[in-house]
Every structure is written in structure tokens, then in C-alpha cells.
């Protein structure tokens, strides 16, 4: 006779295989952390000798389910800001609150509370996307969770880390580490199209076909993202990135609400799998993943939660009811996204989706012993038809709760028995928490009188949290810099006009910045004004740092259409003082060495302070804005002026200095 450590008996068993078997009264067969067998209970008691049976109670008896895309640690950011729009959401609130308070300790405690919420929702694997990976990578695999954990990395400067090329070798080293483990499997999470450059996502790519592992991405999740790179790129989202050869790797692809059906058909042939997620989507009004034509051009889609602060929960059970009714809704057809096949989504597709198959997702031989028990003799879930073999699965989909959930296993372990959490002590965590929360709301509480939040509270705002090299010298002749220009080393992209009339507010509080209110007028050849753009720009720190002859590093903070009259911002931002400067403005993007860069021909008129030129170049990293500095510098030179006698201020420094000399 074989033996077994453990034989779970007595229970409705779904297998969730491809026939989708379902044993009745069924048994499973455990050995160590793997299944060994699935059947008739009669079969596998007379097949299997073992010291251990335990009776499931008639139970449904099923994989546990697979949470395919959220950030685990936002837990302690749950509730922070609801109904509010994606970019006040996500800029005015969670970006700087995870600036202020996003730590290794931080993200242990979230993940650790997410754990124990995944838990008692049935999750048995979570893919994860958030800063300091390898301490939620820790707390996951304490509590005994099995994860895909995915280290973000972004062109912005991040929680754990300043440049991306920190992330980068942050990322390297968690894969390292957590290579091989037995439930973690690290990944790298370049967060969107948006948010990374050509050469973080080549870096990223790179590192996942190197080390054999997944890419996690979010992808067209909101309409303005898609309607960005089309502007910016000439093409859609997926094209974009298959153009940037993102899917030779193992792609989980987050959201995907916004594609059609070719690049529907994109992501299938390079066997990329999708992570859908209804609520997140709904509650910020994101819109709908067509699922349904998805599954039927044979992509692989799985179900997520996304991040507690967007949904605002972990709770499976609810999220795959809800992907359901949705695909239901969307279509106008009842038969869309049926029961069975929602709750593959969850389990057997989630797993492909994910790019774990071979490990979970089915109660298959071989595969680890992931599985959890829902009790569905519950008044909510009575009573009980078997008239069709698919009943069962409606009765999980459309009438169970997450509380019906009595036991959960991972990797052969108990981590919640007879509803017990067996690794983690829910009421020290939510103390924990709410020591965080207080903190937080202090925090905010003090920054909804700055500048920033009122500004984001106008709508529209967008932060480019970027590094700028800039570098500006006084020039008696704009007419000869405009000559040299148009020389062998340079190839000039284009060139615009503008009259620009800045007016810039300051606040009693210095550390809140300055706001600048600017009026471009577009001037054509003739000298005609063709165009009005007005505009914002909160500035924060203007010199960060500086390089050889004055190049200096600075900073971007946000910036927002302007669509009051400035009379409504200066009764609206009340600032403490104003300066206005008027100037004329040629700019010219050019490529000097192969780099782009922005030339500005400046005549400041008011006051008149004459001519300068100002080059300069965004970056995302240290070394990079080294390179630029030199070359801005030598552009200077060979735009036949001197880089020796570069201002070390910029315009309203230089106005101000003027001002108080005249006085």
C-alpha cells in the first residue's frame, strides 16, 4: 500500500483540472508539500496508508485561490482617500504619504496584515508590486503565503530609491536572494509604460529573461494613459511596449482595460497573461476589461484584487462574483463569464495567467498542496441543487462569502484551521496599524493647508517627479547662437515662438515652493500671436545640486492646465508676494551626440535684464545628468558662448537680485 502524511476526506472535491473533475464524496492525498493523489474517497482510503485523516465535514474542498495582481503593504493605506479622482488619488495622497512613510518596517507590517486578510479570504498566492520587495517577500513567506513579489522600479524617484538605477540593482539583488525559494518567486515590476523609460524597461526585460522570471506591468488602465502614448508614440499601449521587446519576457500584464482586439491578440501570441481587477477598476472609474473577448481569442486572464487602498479590500470571493456580474452587465449577455469558468479565472487560468501552472492552481499529482475548505452549508447557501454538475461551482461564485472559508493550506502547512489563523495575530497587527494611521493622519491633516493639495484639489494637475540639467548664460547677440544652430553637430527637431508672461506667488512658508502662473502666446513666422496656453507649475527646491561651470540639477514638482483667470489663483492661493516677468522665447529641440536637448533663446523684456541663453535636458538618474552636464556645457562652447560664465540662479533669482539693486 502507498502511503501518505495526510489524507482530507469526506469532502466535495473540485479539482479544477482541465475536465474540471469533481469527486463527491472525494479525497485528496497529501505527501509532504505536494499532492500525491485525487479521487473517489473510497478509491484513495483503500489506495493509501497514512497516520492522518481528516474528516472535511462534507466541504468543498478546492485550490486555493490566486490573487493575481495588488500591493500588499497599501493595506495601511486603506481608506486614506476615497471618491476622489485617479490623479488626486493617486498624487495628492498616496504618493506623498508613501514618501513620508514607506519603510522596510512599514511594508513588513502591511504585508503581514494583508496576509492574514489573504488568508482568511481563501488567497493561497498573491502576485505582488511594491518598494522594498525583499522585506515583503520576508513577511510572506513568515506567514507562509506563497507569492510572486515584484520590485518596483520607475523613472520617479521611489521610497528605496533615488535613481532607477537603484531599483535596478535593488531588484538584482532580491532576485538573488529569493531565487529558488519554495514559496516566493521574485520578479521585476516596471510599473507602466508611463511611468519608465525606453531603457528601464530594456533593464527590466533583461533582468526577467536572465533570471527566468516573471515581468509584472500595469497596461492601459485608464483611458488618458492610452490616449498619452498614442500622442506621444504614435501607437497604442501594447505596441508601444511589444516595440520595446517587454514580452520576450514572461509577462503578467495588470488591468488591460483599455486595449482592443489586436493587441488582445498580441498579448496572447506572446503568451503574456492578464490580470483583471473589477473593483479597482469600478471604484476609480478606470472602466471595463473586456474578459469575455479575451478568453475567447484564448488569453489567459486571472482575477485580482489590486491594492486595499483602491479597492479597498483582499476579498476574493467578492472580486470573483464581481468580475462575473460585470462581464455580465458589459455584454447584455447572462451566459458571459458562467460560474466554472470565472472561478478558473481564480485558480487553473489564474496560474497560467501568472506563470505558475506547473505549481498551483489544480488539485492535480504533483502540484503543491495549496488548497483551502469553504463550508456551503450556511443559511446564505442553502439549500442545495445537483441536478447540474456545474451547480456547485454557482454555488461558490453567486452565494458564498469569504467567511465560509474555514481552512486554509499552503505548501502542505496549515495556516488557518476550524477559522484560526495559525501564523499571525490579527489583533497585535491592527494595533500596529492603527499607530500608523494616526501617524498618517497627522501628517495629512498638516498638509491640506500647503500649497500642493490645493493645487491638486483644482483638477487636472500631473506630477513629473524628474530631474532636470539646466545651464543659462547672459549672450549680446541671439542672432548668432540661432546661426550656429543650424551646424554639422546639431540637428535641430524644431523650433517654436513664444511671449511669455510669468507671474510667480510666493508663500510666507518658503518650504512650500513657489507657484508660477504662465501665459504663452504662439507666435507664427509672421509675428502673429496663433495661439493662447495658460499653465501651472508648482516649483519646489530649484537647485538640487550643480556640476562643472553651473550646470545645475533641479527638480520638477507638478504642473497643471490653467483654466481660471489669474485673479481666481490669486484669491484662491493667497500668496504672500508676486513677481512678474516678461520675456520672448525661441526654443529649439535639438540632438547634440546623439542627446536631446531644449535650447531657449531668451530675451527677458520685463524687467529688461537682455538676452540669455538656456540649454537644458530632463534625466532620471545621477550618471545620466553627469554625461548631460558635460555636454551641456560643451553646447554652450559650441554655441559660440561661454559655459565659465554661467548663472548660477534661475530667471526669478536673477529678477529679484536686479530689483533689490535698484531700489
Not at 489544480?362 to 463550508?375: C, H, Y
Not at 537644458?616 to 559660440?640: C, F, N, P, V
Request: hydrophobic share 40%.
Amino acid at each position: 500500500m502507498n502511503k501518505a502524511n495526510l489524507i482530507l476526506k469526506n469532502a466535495t472535491v473540485l479539482t479544477m483540472d482541465e475536465q474540471f473533475h469533481i469527486f463527491s464524496p472525494g479525497a485528496v492525498a497529501i505527501n509532504n508539500d505536494s499532492i500525491v493523489d485525487v479521487g473517489k474517497e473510497t478509491d484513495i482510503i483503500a489506495k493509501y496508508e497514512t497516520d492522518q485523516i481528516i474528516d472535511c465535514e462534507g466541504k468543498i474542498l478546492m485550490p486555493g485561490l490566486i490573487n493575481a495582481h495588488t500591493h500588499v503593504p497599501m493595506t495601511l493605506l486603506r481608506g486614506l482617500a476615497d471618491d476622489l479622482r485617479l490623479d488626486v488619488w493617486l498624487m495628492g495622497y498616496m504618493m506623498p504619504v508613501e514618501r513620508e512613510f514607506v519603510s522596510p518596517e512599514f511594508v513588513r507590517l502591511g504585508t503581514r496584515l494583508a496576509c492574514a486578510e489573504s488568508i482568511r479570504s481563501g488567497i493561497t498566492t498573491f502576485v505582488d508590486m511594491y518598494y522594498f520587495e525583499s522585506d515583503v517577500a520576508e513577511a510572506t513567506a513568515e506567514a507562509g503565503l506563497r507569492a510572486i513579489c515584484g520590485q518596483t522600479v520607475l523613472k520617479f524617484s521611489t521610497p528605496d530609491a533615488t535613481y532607477y538605477e537603484e531599483s535596478l540593482e535593488y531588484a538584482e539583488n532580491f532576485i538573488k536572494k529569493w531565487k529558488d525559494h519554495p514559496l516566493i518567486v521574485p520578479s521585476i515590476a516596471p510599473h507602466a509604460a508611463y511611468t519608465c523609460t525606453d531603457e528601464i524597461l530594456q533593464a527590466c526585460t533583461e533582468l526577467a529573461i536572465r533570471y527566468d522570471i516573471p515581468l509584472h506591468i500595469h497596461i492601459a488602465e485608464t483611458a488618458s494613459e492610452v490616449e498619452d502614448i498614442r500622442e506621444e508614440s504614435g501607437m497604442p499601449v501594447v505596441p508601444y511596449l511589444k516595440k520595446r521587446d517587454i514580452f520576450d519576457a514572461k509577462v503578467i500584464a495588470a488591468h488591460c482595460v483599455h486595449i482592443d482586439e489586436g493587441e488582445m491578440r498580441t498579448l496572447q501570441r506572446a503568451g503574456a497573461g492578464v490580470a483583471h481587477n473589477p473593483s479597482s477598476n469600478l471604484k476609480l472609474a478606470s472602466g471595463f476589461a473586456n474578459t469575455t473577448r479575451m478568453l475567447e481569442l484564448g488569453l489567459n486572464v486571472g482575477i485580482g484584487t489590486d491594492g486595499p487602498s483602491s479597492n479597498n479590500d483582499l476579498d476574493m470571493i467578492e472580486e470573483i462574483r464581481l468580475a462575473s456580474m460585470i462581464a455580465k452587465a458589459v455584454s447584455g449577455d447572462p451566459t458571459a463569464l458562467p460560474a466554472r469558468q470565472t472561478l478558473a479565472m481564480a485558480t487553473s487560468m489564474g496560474a497560467k495567467a501568472i506563470h505558475m501552472d506547473h505549481l498551483v492552481g489544480s488539485i492535480v499529482p504533483g502540484k503543491r498542496a495549496d488548497l483551502i475548505l469553504i463550508d456551503i452549508g450556511k443559511v446564505h447557501n442553502s439549500p442545495n441543487f445537483r441536478r447540474s454538475p456545474d451547480s456547485i461551482y454557482s454555488q461558490v461564485i453567486y452565494a458564498a462569502k469569504s467567511t465560509d472559508i474555514s481552512d486554509v493550506m499552503v505548501n502542505g502547512k496549515w495556516l488557518m484551521r476550524n477559522y484560526t489563523l495559525l501564523t499571525l495575530d490579527e489583533k497585535v497587527l491592527m494595533e500596529e496599524a492603527q499607530i500608523y494611521a494616526d501617524k498618517i493622519d497627522a501628517f495629512l491633516i498638516e498638509r491640506e493647508q500647503s500649497v500642493i493639495s490645493k493645487l491638486i484639489a483644482i483638477g487636472g494637475a500631473m506630477e513629473e517627479e524628474s530631474f532636470e540639467v539646466q545651464a543659462k548664460v547672459r549672450i549680446s547677440n541671439p542672432d548668432l547662437i540661432i546661426e550656429s544652430l543650424y551646424q554639422d553637430k546639431i540637428e535641430v527637431i524644431y523650433n517654436r515662438h513664444y511671449h511669455e508672461y510669468d507671474t510667480y506667488f510666493y508663500f510666507e512658508d518658503e518650504n512650500q515652493g513657489r507657484l508660477r502662473y504662465r501665459e504663452d502666446e504662439f507666435i507664427d513666422a509672421k509675428g502673429e500671436v496663433i495661439n493662447v496656453r495658460s499653465r501651472l507649475t508648482m516649483i519646489g527646491v530649484t537647485r538640487e545640486g550643480s556640476f562643472d561651470r553651473d550646470v545645475m540639477l533641479s527638480r520638477s514638482r507638478y504642473y497643471a492646465p490653467a483654466s481660471h483667470s489669474l485673479r481666481f489663483y490669486r484669491e484662491y492661493f493667497e500668496p504672500s508676494r508676486e513677481l512678474d516677468i516678461e520675456k520672448d522665447r525661441k526654443r529649439y529641440q535639438v540632438i547634440y551626440q546623439g542627446v536631446d536637448f531644449y535650447v531657449n533663446i531668451d530675451t527677458l523684456i520685463e524687467p529688461n535684464l537682455g538676452h540669455f541663453l538656456e540649454v537644458k535636458s530632463r534625466t532620471w538618474s545621477r550618471e545620466d545628468a553627469m554625461k548631460k552636464s558635460k555636454l551641456i556645457a560643451d553646447l554652450i562652447e559650441y554655441l559660440g558662448a561661454s559655459s565659465e560664465k554661467a548663472e548660477i540662479q534661475d530667471y526669478p533669482e536673477i529678477v529679484e537680485n536686479f530689483l533689490n539693486l535698484n531700489r
